[in-house]
């Protein structure tokens, strides 16, 4: 095995929109000579950057899909994955993290720790991430480094110091000084290729040395043997380079590296701090659950010698056929060999491995523990797990959102209905937060997923990729019902036909939960109903929660429990007992006081200060709630929760009353109550539905 697993590095780039993450991922490119030329994400030569290979993110601007690739950094292999920012694509950051043993969060010097930040460091500390923190734009009117710092910490609770300190802000930015070397470092030549490493310049010294200071007293708490160094003043390089990653891969610690991509000052140090403070495949614990041992948890080694275990963790459905991203864990999963799918329960045999470079690819024969690969033409869904040797692992999965938003879409001709099967169902297998159905009632085929932005993207593939036209209905807001108060119920469903009949009587009381969707509690004494149809009552309820009779949506935040009821030793049977509970169900519902939620959504808003009195407006006349309005020199940042049927087009109306100088970002939060004036306007407008439904 020629390929050494210490000097390998899986790392994410991920950050709030618009701080510079493929500006950054195409210097990193460029600098390891993966690349000759830099190009720019909204570039004038329209080439566009090499990580966001869809015409659709180039003409947008934005990263919309993750991309990985495959570098060599001094003697270290690095692979990247470049990461959306848009909240709308937060599953491609779920799946990137699940699968990296790093990441470089990207801040703007300006902007600071904004609410996407907040988000992707959410998700992080969810899969335990060790960071490193890299500050953007230093170059920018208003940059504040320094800023940022204490925003990582009191925003993101994260012991963050600096390693670098900037030489000169905005226009005047030349380099940046090494806290741990004490040189000072100046970007030159063309691209910022050559670097001149000389003397801290006389006016940063004493803000160097007091940097340093904070570092090594920081950093000293990772490591005796630099405490002692620094009691008798024999402080080395790697004593601290050692404490530090030490911390940072405890993820008690986050250095913060600076510069500005766009100008490309600060990405070298930055790759030599990607190397030499993340952890490599081995030094990440990763767990797996053995099916035949009634899922125990199993830690995966990064040995070659092991049975292979690896996850397919996205895939992409390309001209040669789809192609499954794949992280290996343990093992080597080496071409020709035959693997078990544990999810499928199905063989299939390694045709051709590749390594991707965004959207090139070259051919291997073998991919090494924390090698991330790529596999085509198996049949498999996102999140399996592929294992040798009669293995029967499967790594947990990600964590997988619920989707908010619903549109209805309708084909134009019959062409482009075939096309649009087609390309729903790449759509819905490739990414899980886009789900698609058809509406029983209106026959028409619905997409659900989570903004405006994202139904919008895959709407526009469908165009490009598929050659499909649709027509889209008005945007729908998933809705729930659920219930406010106690109420009972006693239901007695018989029905004789001639023969055995049908009998059973459920009798309980139904109550509001919080945080859970539904329970149902089992309080049956003397076996009135007997043992094996209390499952039935359970599976009775469950079918009744899955629409609602005020408009129609599921139910959610119920709680039922039965205490009583009745059985026929002849006429009873599963059937009976689920009718008899979707009965009680009924009963009690409208008893319930049943109220229609909606989701809420927590909006950032973020621009000028002079601006601040037209945000406030808009959000109160949107049914908005404002948290929290951040007032940073003349920019401003308003914080507030808003009902996402209040948010469409919020783009356009924002744009207009700013200029187009403020930008928003809203995530899905909780559900709220409906007002009574919308919600009898909903319920108006589902009976007339359903009038019209019944009357053809």
């Known amino acids: 095995m020629s390929l050494d697993i210490s000097k390998m590095r899986n790392i994410g780039i991920s950050a709030h929109i618009d701080s510079g993450k493929t500006t950054l991922s195409e210097r990193i490119l460029f600098y390891c000579d993966k690349i000759h030329a830099i190009h720019e994400v909204r570039g004038k030569d329209g080439v566009g950057a090499v990580m966001d290979n869809m015409e659709l993110e180039r003409e947008r601007g934005i990263t919309i899909q993750s991309a990985s690739t495959q570098v060599q950094w001094k003697d270290y292999t690095v692979n990247v994955i470049d990461t959306p920012?848009?909240?709308?694509?937060?599953?491609?950051?779920?799946?990137?993290?699940?699968?990296?043993?790093?990441?470089?969060?990207?801040?703007c010097s300006v902007g600071g720790v904004q609410s996407q930040s907040i988000t992707v460091d959410r998700q992080l500390k969810r899969y335990h991430v060790p960071r490193i923190a890299f500050v953007n734009k230093c170059d920018r009117t208003g940059a504040n480094p320094f800023k940022v710092r204490m925003q990582l910490r009191e925003k993101l609770g994260l012991n963050a110091y600096m390693m670098q300190i900037p030489i000169g802000l905005e226009d005047k930015l030349e380099g940046v000084v090494d806290l741990v070397t004490m040189k000072a470092m100046y970007f030159e030549g063309d691209s910022g290729t050559e670097i001149r490493i000389a003397e801290i310049p006389a006016h940063l010294v004493d803000e160097a040395n007091k940097y340093r200071e904070?570092?090594?007293?920081?950093?000293?708490?990772?490591?005796?043997?630099?405490?002692?160094?620094?009691?008798?003043?024999?402080?080395?390089?790697?004593?601290?380079?050692?404490?530090?990653?030490?911390?940072?891969?405890?993820?008690?610690?986050?250095?913060?590296?600076?510069?500005?991509?766009?100008?490309?000052?600060?990405?070298?140090?930055?790759?030599?701090?990607?190397?030499?403070?993340?952890?490599?495949p081995s030094e990440v614990k990763n767990f797996a659950l053995d099916l035949d041992k009634n899922e125990e948890q199993v830690e995966l080694g990064c040995d070659p010698d092991k049975p292979c275990v690896a996850l397919g963790f996205k895939l992409e459905d390309g001209q040669y056929g789809q192609l499954t991203y794949v992280r290996v864990?343990?093992?080597?999963?080496?071409?020709?060999?035959?693997?078990?799918?544990?999810?499928?329960?199905?063989k299939f045999k390694v045709g051709r491995l590749v390594r991707m470079n965004s959207a090139t690819m070259e051919d291997?024969?073998?991919?090494?523990?924390?090698?991330?690969v790529a596999l085509f033409g198996i049949d498999c869904a996102s999140g399996d797990t592929f294992c040798a040797g009669g293995l029967n692992y499967a790594m947990t999965s990600m964590f997988v959102p619920e989707p908010v938003i619903s549109l209805a879409i309708t084909p134009k001709d019959k062409k482009s209905?075939?096309?649009?099967?087609?390309?729903?169902?790449?759509?819905?297998?490739?990414?899980?937060?886009?789900?698609?159905?058809?509406?029983?009632?209106s026959n028409q085929t619905i997409i659900k997923g989570m903004g405006e932005l994202h139904l919008d993207v895959y709407i526009e593939r469908m165009r490009r990729e598929y050659k499909c036209e649709v027509e889209t209905g008005m945007p729908q807001v998933a809705y729930r019902e659920s219930i406010t108060q106690r109420a009972d119920f006693n239901y007695t469903h018989k029905k004789q036909t001639g023969g055995s009949g049908q009998y059973?009587?459920?009798?309980?009381?139904?109550?509001?939960?919080?945080?859970?969707?539904?329970?149902?509690?089992?309080?049956?004494?003397?076996?009135?109903?007997?043992?094996e149809y209390i499952p039935s009552c359970d599976k009775g309820f469950r079918a009744s929660m899955a629409k609602g009779s005020l408009i129609g949506f599921p139910i959610v935040g119920v709680k039922c429990t039965i205490n009583d009821g009745q059985y026929h030793p002849v006429d009873s049977?599963?059937?009976?007992?689920?009718?008899?509970?979707?009965?009680?169900?009924?009963?009690?519902?409208?008893?319930?006081?049943?109220?229609?939620?909606?989701?809420?959504?927590?909006?950032?808003?973020?621009?000028?200060?002079?601006?601040?009195?037209?945000?406030?407006?808009?959000?109160?006349?949107?049914?908005?709630?404002?948290?929290?309005?951040?007032?940073?020199?003349?920019?401003?940042?308003?914080?507030?929760?808003?009902?996402?049927?209040?948010?469409?087009?919020?783009?356009?109306?924002?744009?207009?009353?700013?200029?187009?100088?403020?930008?928003?970002?809203?995530?899905?939060?909780?559900?709220?109550?409906?007002?009574?004036?919308?919600?009898?306007?909903?319920?108006?407008?589902?009976?007339?539905?359903?009038?019209?439904?019944?009357?053809?």
């Open 364 to 372: 291997i024969n073998e991919g090494v523990p924390g090698d991330i």
């Open 417 to 441: 209905a075939d096309q649009m099967a087609k390309a729903l169902n790449r759509f819905t297998k490739e990414d899980p937060t886009f789900q698609t159905y058809v509406d029983p009632e």
């Open 504 to 531: 059973g009587r459920v009798a309980g009381f139904m109550e509001p939960i919080e945080d859970k969707d539904y329970e149902f509690v089992d309080s049956i004494k003397g076996g009135v109903i007997p043992n």
């Open 214 to 280: 904070e570092l090594l007293d920081a950093a000293s708490m990772f490591s005796d043997e630099l405490m002692e160094a620094m009691l008798e003043e024999s402080v080395t390089e790697d004593m601290i380079r050692d404490a530090v990653r030490k911390g940072t891969l405890s993820e008690q610690f986050v250095p913060v590296f600076c510069g500005s991509a766009y100008k490309n000052k600060g990405i070298q140090p930055l790759l030599d701090g990607v190397v030499s403070y993340l952890p490599d």
């Open 573 to 696: 049977s599963d059937i009976a007992f689920q009718v008899a509970a979707q009965g009680a169900f009924r009963e009690a519902y409208s008893k319930a006081k049943p109220v229609i939620l909606e989701p809420i959504m927590k909006v950032s808003i973020e621009g000028p200060t002079e601006f601040q009195g037209n945000i406030f407006a808009v959000i109160n006349q949107r049914r908005g709630i404002i948290v929290s309005s951040t007032e940073d020199g003349n920019f401003s940042r308003v914080e507030a929760e808003v009902p996402l049927s209040e948010m469409f087009g919020f783009s356009t109306i924002l744009r207009s009353l700013t200029q187009g100088k403020a930008e928003f970002t809203m995530e899905f939060l909780k559900y709220g109550k409906v007002p009574n004036s919308i919600a009898d306007t909903l319920v108006k407008e589902y009976e007339e539905k359903r009038k019209k439904e019944q009357s053809k």
């Open 329 to 346: 864990y343990q093992g080597v999963l080496k071409k020709g060999e035959e693997l078990y799918n544990t999810r499928s329960r199905k």
């Open 85 to 107: 920012g848009h909240v709308d694509f937060t599953v491609e950051v779920e799946r990137s993290l699940r699968v990296l043993d790093g990441a470089i969060l990207v801040l």
